[in-house]
């Protein structure tokens, strides 16, 4: 009889926390994910985050973990929405969402790469097809990369090569992102639609790390390198082939100049401005990153 009362105490429990669970986030331990997941915890909300090994884009067959019929889903793709294929497993893991009867969904994406927009359209059709609301959150080269990104440690060690020369970037702190993406979550920005995020300014990569010297107060020099350059230092620094030239064919695009200009996405949709490299710079180095 006991074992009989904790088994439907153990039922009800667990009943009572999926009630609870109201959001879902896909990629809840990456530079936006776990930003958005503290946001919401800090509401009292229960979110349900989930990444490898429990669910990966890698493998269909973890693809089950993402159904349930949650207020609102966060889709994050790794390694990047713009890889070949993406748009593809984005679409299935989306369906698999909406037909869960999850009400709003916002999908993460970068800024004009074709594969990346043709997730966008598939998101968003199949969103229309199931009543759900959409959101595309696309967004500029994060800052978030210097600091806990796969240039971290360049900079940690006094010099960043980058295949990046004259081109400017609108570098986007990523708790812009996540204060967006968290409004659009709990409804108080209005779904149904794509936000284009940028940073204040427009920068070049030399700038950016003369940015980030100053606020580490130590030298950090910066040299602009070709794309082929860039990918052999990936794999000699151990990244494997097919990533390493993954890697570079996307930066051919990212950095091919159609970034160069700054949007409103971030005012529009918080009532304040982006901020600057120089606050983000000042708090990761405090925070000492690139001791
Ligand atoms: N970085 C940028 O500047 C930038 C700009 C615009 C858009 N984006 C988009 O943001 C997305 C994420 O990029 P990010 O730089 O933010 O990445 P990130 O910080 O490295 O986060 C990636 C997240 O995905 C998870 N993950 C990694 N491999 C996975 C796999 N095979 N299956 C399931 N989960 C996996 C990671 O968790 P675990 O490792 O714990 O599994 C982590 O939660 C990409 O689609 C990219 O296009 C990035």
């Not at 790794?78 to 999850?102: H, I, K, M, Q, Y």
């Amino acid at each position: 009889m006991k074992a009989r009362l904790q088994i439907m105490d153990h039922l009800a429990d667990r009943r009572l926390a999926e009630a609870m669970t109201t959001h879902l986030i896909i990629g809840g331990t990456g530079k936006t994910g776990r930003r958005v997941l503290d946001r919401l915890t800090g509401r009292g909300l229960e979110i349900r985050a989930l990444s490898r090994p429990e669910f990966d884009w890698e493998d269909p067959s973890t693809w089950s973990s993402v159904e349930g019929r949650y207020d609102a889903a966060y889709l994050t793709f790794a390694p990047d929405v713009a890889f070949p294929g993406a748009p593809e497993a984005v679409a299935e893991v989306a369906r698999r969402v909406l037909a869960s009867g999850t009400k709003r969904l916002v999908l993460l994406s970068g800024r004009g790469e074709p594969e990346a927009q043709r997730a966008e359209r598939l998101v968003a059709d199949l969103a229309a097809d199931h009543g759900a609301e959409w959101a595309v959150v696309r967004c500029a080269f994060f800052m978030q990369n210097f600091s806990e990104g796969f240039v971290a440690g360049a900079l940690a060690a006094g010099h960043l090569a980058f295949p990046a020369d004259a081109v400017r970037e609108p570098f986007l702190d990523v708790d812009d992102v996540a204060d967006v993406v968290t409004g659009l979550m709990v409804g108080e920005i209005p779904a149904g639609g794509v936000h284009e995020l940028t940073g204040p300014r427009l920068l070049t990569f030399a700038e950016a790390t003369a940015a980030i010297a100053e606020a580490a107060g130590r030298p950090i020099s910066y040299s602009a390198i070709t794309l082929p350059e860039f990918v052999t230092g990936l794999i000699d620094a151990g990244l494997p082939q097919d990533d390493a030239h993954g890697l570079g064919e996307l930066f051919a695009l990212i950095l091919d100049g159609h970034n160069e200009q700054l949007t409103d996405g971030v005012r529009r949709a918080l009532g304040r401005g982006p901020r600057d490299i120089t606050e983000y710079a000042g708090s990761a180095a405090g925070s000492g990153y690139w001791s």
